[in-house]
């Protein structure tokens, strides 16, 4: 079974930096595309962005600029780089596959990364 685990979360200033991780169990991170969501307190979960095995990257359209989404298929992570954090970045933020991919089980997900932008 596939597991998720985040990491990198923390407490950061506005205009400040953090780089998530996520590592996924399994071989099959090497045939799925692999993506970050967030979800703010009160709100529903959001896609952010998502990159696929060969390395091309998508994002939710407000989303490019200031975050960037990688791998590394050696060891099985996908990371999200976030830059010029605000305070309405605050959230805890997952990975897991994008949206509409066949055949992967949207049942699990990790713990996610409380991510708190703040002065």
């Known amino acids: 079974q596939v597991q998720l685990v985040e990491s990198g979360g923390g407490l950061v200033q506005p205009g400040g930096s953090l780089r998530l991780s996520c590592v996924v169990s399994?071989?099959?991170?090497?045939?799925?595309?692999m993506g970050w969501y967030r979800q703010a307190p009160g709100g529903q979960r959001e896609f952010l962005a998502a990159?696929?095995?060969?390395?091309?990257?998508w994002y939710e359209d407000s989303k490019e600029g200031r975050f960037t989404v990688s791998r590394d298929n050696a060891k099985n992570t996908v990371y999200l780089q976030m830059n010029s954090l605000k305070p309405e970045d605050t959230a805890v933020y997952y990975c897991?596959?994008?949206?509409?991919?066949?055949?992967?089980?949207?049942?699990?997900w990790g713990q996610g990364t409380q991510v708190t932008v703040s002065s």
């Open positions: 990159i696929s095995p060969e390395g091309r990257t």
């Open positions: 897991n596959a994008p949206p509409q991919s066949e055949g992967w089980d949207f049942s699990i």
């Open positions: 399994g071989s099959i991170f090497s045939i799925y595309a």
